[in-house]
Nanobody, 120 residues
Framework: QVQLVESGGGLVQPGGSLRLSCVAS????????MGWYRQAPGKQRDLVAV???????NYADSVKGRFTISRDNAKKTVYLQMNSLKPEDTAVYYC??????????????WGQGTQVTVSS
């Protein structure tokens, strides 16, 4: 069974930085897509950034120029570098991966989330 574990969240002042990490473990043949979503209280879960094996990463307009997503396939890890953080970035951040188990069997997985709070 696959498990995704996020880390790196916390409390930071406006203008500060955080780096989130998400490590996948379990029976994994390969990972097609790695992404980050976030959900603020009372709001839907929205895509923050996604990165595939081929092509450039995609970002939500609200984080372009401030956040950077990257992946390390050998470590089965996705990162989210967050700079110039704003109070509106406050949310629970969730890792998501589309994992290949062999053949045509693909499945999406979610981490449990890590809290990011931006406040003075």
């Amino acid at each position: 069974q696959v498990q995704l574990v996020e880390s790196g969240g916390g409390l930071v002042q406006p203008g500060g930085s955080l780096r989130l990490s998400c490590v996948a473990s379990g029976s994994i043949f390969s990972i097609e897509a790695m992404g980050w979503y976030r959900q603020a209280p009372g709001k839907q879960r929205d895509l923050v950034a996604v990165i595939l094996n081929v092509g450039s990463p995609n970002y939500a307009d609200s984080v372009k120029g401030r956040f950077t997503i990257s992946r390390d396939n050998a470590k089965k890890t996705v990162y989210l570098q967050m700079n110039s953080l704003k109070p509106e970035d406050t949310a629970v951040y969730y890792c998501n991966m589309n994992i290949h188990h062999g053949g045509t069997y693909y499945r999406f997985y979610w981490g449990q989330g890590t809290q990011v709070t931006v406040s003075s």
